[in-house]
């Protein structure tokens, strides 16, 4: 990295830092091999089932194509899911986002409570919410569907209120002296400022959901996972195989045209 | 140094604010501004204009002292209070701080947002009469024609422009300008000078602008008052302001401007 011979002081600290780099890799690499020690992980196993993996695939490969008639109804609630729990989501993120910007919202005690709470759901992974909510409200769509809010609530309102904060101030100020209150100022300030960005974190939270909202199935939560889990349960790889190329059909086709217009959005 | 039959619009009654533990904004400020006046602060960048302009609108809470607008105390002043008494002073800023995403006119609106109550104006519910008013107010800055774009889409020059006609269309007694020209090039900041000029002496309000060129501060002011560190040293009509007064007034900083 560095030129040959001229040894000047600039080198100095850059060697001390190499140094703990270098400790940094062993400790890194040290840190593998205890893990796969500990839990027992063996490349050994994967590559002499890999025949067992071939099979499968080969076998989804051939897809049942007569299942179809079984797998749309459920696709397409998948994909109600994944809309009614964004939208649900979203609504509550939105205001949320706003309680929680501090240029809107300038008691910090206020702010700062709000956020330890967003920050706690925000920890809670998808499926786990799903299992909640199927002990709370029983199996079905509806407990996908809290799920999914809750998920989008935790991705949109964190991106929102970053959003929120970087606006410039300065409309603020102006309609603030124009004697406007809080709401108003928020309408004809904040909003303008940032809803495109909102919409876009929408779009970016229900592309998640409909990824998401195909495994939810798998633990009662309504949607396409219930058959997912129902055909590998009993080898039919050949129905499996059906449900995924449907499954990753529409999650390629969601994401395009939510991306698409994410773009058209933002310029 | 009130001309006969003008009332004080604005008065500062040993007005004090410190930044922080010590740093000090404005100290003991006396000032009476009567209606219909056109003020000029000059002072080097940091003596404490733009927190004297801002404390007047109270964008900015003062640490001591009592500040009155025709007659009533913004100082004490709460809530709808407040609100009611800023909806009668105008603001025009250095960096015109409109919504760039939104239309010029919906930003010329903006102006009479405090008329309205909550839920109207949020929909949108503005009168013929008020969207009528704002484009009156455009023509009057000669960007009619600019009506429907995106404020944006406008140079700086125009921006300004259009928070000039957002601050006719609020029809203030008072307008506070910080630093109006400051982005603008020579050309530009005496066509938006002629504008203030122009609502001073067509609509009759009372203005006060913060500029640091002497040289527009001679062109349009009328009356002086010169700021440096925090305190008023000059104040006084620009006829008969000696060019001595500007040296005074422009030395002892070590920021140059």
């Given at each position: 990295?560095?030129?040959?011979?001229?040894?000047?002081?600039?080198?100095?600290?850059?060697?001390?830092?190499?140094?703990?780099?270098?400790?940094?890799?062993?400790?890194?690499?040290?840190?593998?091999?205890?893990?796969?020690?500990?839990?027992k992980t063996s490349l050994g196993a994967f590559f002499?089932?890999?025949?067992?993996?071939?099979?499968?695939?080969?076998?989804?490969?051939?897809?049942?194509?007569?299942?179809?008639?079984?797998?749309?109804?459920?696709?397409?609630?998948?994909?109600?899911?994944?809309?009614?729990?964004?939208?649900?989501?979203?609504?509550?993120?939105?205001?949320?986002?706003?309680?929680?910007?501090?240029?809107?919202?300038?008691?910090?005690?206020?702010?700062?409570?709000?956020?330890?709470?967003?920050?706690i759901i925000r920890t809670i992974p998808d499926l786990l919410l799903g299992a909640i909510f199927v002990a709370i409200v029983g199996i079905g769509p509806v407990a996908g569907i809290l799920a999914l809010a809750i998920c989008t609530f935790g991705i949109v309102?964190?991106?929102?209120?970053?959003?929120?904060?970087?606006?410039?101030?300065?409309?603020?100020?102006?309609?603030?002296?124009?004697?406007?209150?809080?709401?108003?100022?928020?309408?004809?300030?904040?909003?303008?400022?940032?809803?495109?960005?909102?919409?876009?974190?929408?779009?970016?939270?229900?592309?998640?959901?409909?990824?998401?909202?195909?495994?939810?199935?798998y633990i009662g939560a309504g949607g396409i996972g219930l058959y997912l889990q129902q055909t590998l349960q009993v080898f039919d790889y050949a129905k499996t195989g059906t449900i995924i190329i449907v499954i990753i059909l529409v999650v390629v086709l969601i994401d395009y045209i939510s991306s698409k217009s994410r773009e058209a959005l933002m310029n | 140094m009130a001309d006969s039959a003008v009332k004080p619009i604005i008065e500062l009654k040993n007005v004090n604010k410190i930044y922080g533990k010590d740093?000090?904004?404005?100290?003991?400020?006396?000032?009476?501004?009567?209606?219909?006046?056109?003020?000029?602060?000059?002072?080097?960048?940091?003596?404490?204009?733009?927190?004297?302009?801002?404390?007047?609108?109270?964008?900015?809470?003062?640490?001591?002292?009592?500040?009155?607008?025709?007659?009533?105390?913004?100082?004490?002043?709460?809530?709808?209070?407040?609100?009611?008494?800023r909806r009668n002073i105008g603001m025009i800023f250095q960096s015109f701080n409109l919504v760039k995403r939104s239309s010029v006119l919906r930003n010329v609106l903006t102006g009479r947002v405090a008329y309205y109550p909550t839920w109207k104006s949020t929909l949108n519910l503005f009168t013929k009469e008020d969207k009528q008013r704002a484009y009156d107010a455009l023509q009057q800055v000669d960007l009619a024609d600019k009506v429907y774009s995106r404020a944006d889409e406008l140079s700086g020059g125009q921006q300004q422009r259009v928070a000039i006609a957002r601050?006719?269309?609020?029809?203030?007694?008072?307008?506070?300008?910080?630093?109006?020209?400051?982005?603008l090039d020579p050309q530009t900041s005496r066509r938006v000078m002629q504008d203030l000029k122009m609502l001073n002496e067509k609509h009759g309000m009372t203005v006060i602008i913060n500029l640091h060129s002497v040289q527009l501060a001679k062109e349009f002011g009328k009356?002086?008052?010169?700021?440096?560190?925090?305190?008023?040293?000059?104040?006084g009509k620009m006829s008969e302001t000696p060019e001595s007064t500007f040296n005074q007034i422009y030395s002892g900083g070590e920021k140059d401007e």
């Open positions: 990295m560095n030129s040959t011979d001229p040894e000047k002081l600039m080198t100095l600290p850059k060697k001390k830092f190499k140094f703990w780099n270098l400790i940094w890799v062993i400790i890194f690499i040290g840190g593998l091999f205890i893990s796969t020690g500990v839990t002499s089932n890999f025949g067992q993996f071939a099979d499968i695939f080969l076998q989804m490969l051939h897809p049942n194509w007569a299942y179809l008639g079984a797998v749309i109804p459920l696709l397409l609630e998948t994909i109600k899911m994944a809309v009614l729990g964004t939208v649900i989501g979203s609504v509550l993120a939105f205001i949320y986002a706003l309680l929680i910007a501090r240029n809107i919202v300038k008691n910090k005690t206020v702010t700062g409570i709000l956020r330890v709470i967003m920050n309102v964190k991106l929102f209120y970053e959003a929120i904060e970087t606006i410039d101030p300065g409309p603020i100020e102006a309609l603030t002296a124009v004697g406007a209150n809080k709401l108003q100022i928020i309408v004809f300030a904040v909003l303008p400022q940032v809803i495109t960005y909102f919409i876009s974190y929408c779009l970016y939270a229900f592309e998640i959901n409909v990824r998401a909202s195909t495994v939810l199935g | 740093i000090v904004g404005l100290k003991d400020i006396n000032l009476t501004i009567n209606k219909g006046e056109f003020v000029v602060i000059v002072g080097l960048s940091g003596a404490g204009k733009s927190t004297l302009l801002r404390s007047i609108n109270r964008l900015i809470d003062i640490s001591a002292g009592d500040i009155l607008i025709a007659g009533e105390s913004i100082t004490k002043a709460k809530g709808k209070e407040l609100r009611m008494l601050v006719l269309t609020q029809n203030p007694d008072i307008i506070l300008a910080d630093e109006p020209t400051a982005s009356r002086v008052i010169g700021v440096r560190a925090g305190e008023i040293i000059y104040d």
